[in-house]
């Protein structure tokens, strides 16, 4: 075993590191290029329907964008930036040195990238698929769209990073907790973290397995779904809302725990009704997962089925009202710190709630009937994910960047952020509410004028713009503040905030801590603040650190994977410039042999010399 690991260059590095941390950053930096691309989409479908029969898109490319926006917004982008932040903060809230299986946790990444550019990789044969994110059959069924085999073979691919990302979190949670850390002084985020990872898990097999069989259909011409052959076309939706309701648990509840880790740290409270709160994370959690035929009112699936989840989707406002009232009431007498994370999770609050709202309404079966593929429906799905999910991470984003980073985004620039998105977001969708009632149905590239349609098309797309110049501010603040922003180097808590992040030095260093910390309570860094020094009490003598070396062989897998999923589309392609089957045995000799060498490979990790550890804890001071 090597006693300390050899110098590499920065890009090697990169490329090689199995760190928690950089891969967290890693997720970001992905995650926000997808989030800009799928952005970019929204504003061109937003400037077509500006007018009435408006030519500034064909149909095909609306439908195109459609998809990819849709497809890239959930799977690409979203979830990758909430991974970004599990990632970084799990290991440093439960003080662990790094994820339970640092390798498995830098294969997740690199095979989440492969599947991404795999999708991506359809606009260069032929165009983007064309059915909706939700790529219901027949329609997807359509033999001479081979984007569709870009989007069954890249979620494939994708599909597989996030799920053995999720087995990681669940395994460093369970095991790697520092002592004393018990299940209920778990940080919020983090038990979010937990119940999203769970959710992944019974989540996305199904999805896995349904797209396991549209590609056995379109490419080897099975018949699952073809009614003409004895299939069933209902099948596919059961299957794909089986995965896609609880999708949309599994996107909004690591956005609660971040909430409700900023709006304590800013309201310099305790979070009211901690134990409330975790079980009602595993309350919505387990209804999310039981209420997915309520997409499928209008399919006919008959009043009894109707009935029944219709009210189970109902009850789910109970325990989301339940978080709603204990944020209010951790702000209520709270010495409240209006910074731009602050105004974001604050601001959270009534936007998720006016989502809910709308979304009880159409979770009653008469009325789904008048609202269902109309723009209603539009407006509360964003009121969810942008109201909800993008605040929270807006709101995470400006919180934690000091411990990403080692200096803050500046403020004042992060305030008009805040209010150009914000104007920006309910311009463009708390309009589209009146649209849905008025008639105007989603998933049309344009329409006739003279319906009264046309104003509030002009304001929804006038509000993009809105949105659009707060995300360039946004660039423009994180350029300029990596070079003239708040250094925050050697101050650990510049928040004065109560989780145990906080109690590690800036820049954290590889190992975490230099030694792990002992829990004595919820909120352990404030119960130090009070009860001690200010500093964590350790549970270990100061001494060797043990760390996993970094390896090329996730990257090499994920490559073998793409060639893979390459591959079996090539099949569906006229007249390759290379035999398919070649391009596939290029793919599987690469995972598999990849795969043998890591099993052969003795690969014990190296240590950190105590001495430098010491000379660690000397410099930032503290160690016993």
Do not use: C
């Not at 329907?49 to 609306?62: A, D, I, K, R, V």
């Not at 494939?156 to 907790?177: D, H």
């Not at 500046?410 to 920006?424: A, D, P, R, S, Y």
């Amino acid at each position: 075993m090597a006693s300390y690991k050899k110098e590499k260059s920065v890009i090697w590095d990169w490329l090689t590191t199995v760190d928690h941390k950089k891969l967290g950053i890693m997720y970001l930096i992905a995650g926000t290029l997808f989030f800009v691309k799928a952005g970019l989409m929204a504003v061109f479908m937003r400037i077509q329907l500006m007018f009435p029969e408006n030519t500034f898109l064909s149909g095909q490319t609306f439908n195109e964008f459609i998809t990819m926006h849709g497809t890239i917004m959930l799977f690409l982008a979203a979830t990758p930036l909430l991974f970004g932040f599990m990632n970084y903060f799990i290991p440093l809230q439960i003080g662990a040195r790094d994820v339970a299986f640092p390798f498995v946790n830098a294969l997740g990444f690199w095979i989440f990238m492969s599947g991404g550019l795999l999708l991506s990789l359809s606009w260069f044969f032929g165009g983007g698929p064309d059915a909706g994110w939700t790529a219901y059959v027949p329609l997807s069924l359509n033999e001479n769209q081979l984007g569709l085999d870009f989007y069954v073979l890249g979620l494939q691919v994708s599909g597989i990073g996030t799920l053995i990302s999720a087995i990681n979190f669940l395994v460093t949670i369970i095991n790697m907790r520092a002592p004393g850390m018990t299940m209920m002084r778990l940080p919020l985020f983090v038990w979010t973290s937990f119940v999203t990872s769970t959710l992944i898990l019974f989540a996305f097999t199904p999805l896995a397995a349904g797209l396991a069989l549209l590609m056995l259909e379109r490419i080897f011409d099975a018949q699952f779904f073809n009614p003409t052959a004895g299939g069933n076309v209902v099948i596919w939706q059961h299957i794909f809302w089986i995965f896609g309701h609880p999708e949309v648990y599994i996107l909004v509840l690591p956005a609660f725990g971040i909430i409700s880790e900023v709006i304590p740290a800013f309201s310099r409270k305790r979070l009211f009704g901690y134990t409330a709160m975790v079980f009602a994370t595993m309350i919505i959690a387990f209804l999310g997962f039981m209420v997915w035929a309520h997409h499928m009112f209008t399919v006919g699936i008959g009043p009894v089925a109707n009935s029944i989840f219709a009210i189970a989707t109902m009850t789910i406002a109970v325990p989301t009202g339940i978080k709603i009232f204990n944020w209010l009431f951790t702000m209520w007498g709270g010495k409240i710190t209006f910074n731009t994370s602050m105004l974001f999770a604050s601001s959270f609050v009534p936007t998720f709630v006016l989502g809910g709202v709308t979304g009880v309404m159409l979770a009653m079966a008469p009325v789904d009937y008048l609202y269902h593929d109309t723009y209603f429906v539009v407006a509360h799905f964003h009121y969810i994910i942008v109201g909800g999910i993008v605040f929270a991470l807006f709101a995470g984003l400006f919180y934690w960047y000091p411990k990403m980073f080692n200096h803050k985004l500046n403020e004042k620039m992060g305030k008009w952020f805040f209010v150009l998105f914000t104007i920006g977001f309910h311009l463009t969708f708390f309009i589209q509410h009146f649209l849905g009632l008025m008639g105007m149905p989603r998933r049309v590239y344009t329409y006739l004028g003279g319906q009264g349609l046309d104003d509030f098309n002009l304001i929804s797309t006038v509000g993009t713009f809105f949105m659009s110049a707060a995300v360039i501010l946004l660039v423009i603040n994180i350029i300029y503040s990596a070079f003239k922003g708040e250094r925050v180097i050697g101050i650990n808590d510049p928040w004065d905030a109560r989780t145990l992040e906080w109690a590690t030095p800036t820049p954290v260093p590889e190992y975490n801590f230099a030694q792990t910390p002992q829990i004595r309570s919820l909120d352990p860094l404030f119960y130090e603040k009070v009860h001690g020094d200010g500093t964590m009490k350790p549970a270990e003598p100061v001494g060797d650190i043990h760390m996993p070396n970094g390896s090329i062989l996730p990257l090499i897998i994920s490559i073998g994977l793409f060639f893979g999923g390459f591959g079996l589309i090539m099949l569906e392609m006229d007249n390759p410039i290379v035999s398919p089957w070649i391009v596939l045995a290029v793919g599987a000799v690469l995972t598999f042999g990849s795969m043998a060498l890591r099993s052969i490979n003795d690969d014990h990790g190296y240590h950190i010399p105590k001495s430098v550890v010491q000379a660690d804890l000397k410099k930032w001071g503290g160690g016993k």
